[in-house]
C-alpha cells in the first residue's frame, strides 16, 4: 500500500494502529493526542484520515457508512468527502479537517492538520 497524502501538515506522524485493525471497507476512531479522527480505509485500500465529528451535528463519524469515497453521518444523512473534507449537500455546510496518512509495511500513521 503507497502513502496517502491528503493535506499539509507540520505535526509529527503519530503510529494509529495496524492496518489489520482496520475494517476491510469503513472508519475506526482513533485518539490522537486528545484529536479523536476516524480512520477510513476505501474499497481500493486507500487509507484516509478525517475529524470523526460532524461539523452539523457533532456525532461521530465514524459510526456512519462509507459509499466510495464518501462518509455519511449516521444522524441526519450529512456526507462528506475523505479525501478534501468537504461535505456534499445539506444539512453539513461546513467541512472537517483532512488529515495526512503514511503507511509503513502494515502500520497506519497519521499527522495532524492543525490548521482545522
Same mark, same amino acid.
Not at 456525532?59 to 473534507?85: A, M, N, P, Q
Given at each position: 500500500?503507497?502513502?496517502?497524502?491528503?493535506?499539509?501538515?507540520?505535526?509529527?506522524?503519530?503510529?494509529?494502529?495496524s492496518l489489520d485493525e482496520l475494517p476491510t471497507v469503513g472508519?475506526?476512531?482513533?485518539?490522537?493526542?486528545?484529536?479523536?479522527?476516524?480512520?477510513?480505509?476505501t474499497a481500493e485500500g486507500e487509507v484516509h484520515a478525517v475529524?470523526?465529528?460532524?461539523?452539523?451535528?457533532?456525532?461521530?463519524?465514524?459510526?456512519?457508512?462509507?459509499? !466510495?469515497?464518501?462518509?455519511?453521518?449516521?444522524?441526519? !444523512?450529512?456526507?462528506?468527502?475523505?479525501?478534501? !473534507?468537504?461535505?456534499?449537500?445539506?444539512?453539513?455546510?461546513?467541512?472537517?479537517?483532512?488529515?495526512?496518512v503514511k503507511i509503513e509495511g502494515d502500520d497506519v500513521y497519521?499527522?495532524?492538520?492543525?490548521?482545522?
Amino acid at each position: 500500500m503507497s502513502e496517502t497524502t491528503t493535506s499539509a501538515s507540520t505535526a509529527p506522524f503519530v503510529r494509529v494502529c495496524s492496518l489489520d485493525e482496520l475494517p476491510t471497507v469503513g472508519a475506526a476512531a482513533a485518539d490522537i493526542s486528545g484529536r479523536i479522527v476516524a480512520i477510513v480505509r476505501t474499497a481500493e485500500g486507500e487509507v484516509h484520515a478525517v475529524d470523526d465529528t460532524c461539523s452539523h451535528a457533532n456525532v461521530s463519524l465514524s459510526e456512519g457508512e462509507l459509499d !466510495g469515497c464518501t462518509l455519511e453521518c449516521w444522524l441526519h !444523512g450529512s456526507r462528506f468527502d475523505i479525501r478534501t !473534507g468537504d461535505p456534499s449537500g445539506p444539512p453539513a455546510t461546513a467541512p472537517i479537517a483532512v488529515h495526512t496518512v503514511k503507511i509503513e509495511g502494515d502500520d497506519v500513521y497519521v499527522a495532524l492538520n492543525q490548521e482545522n
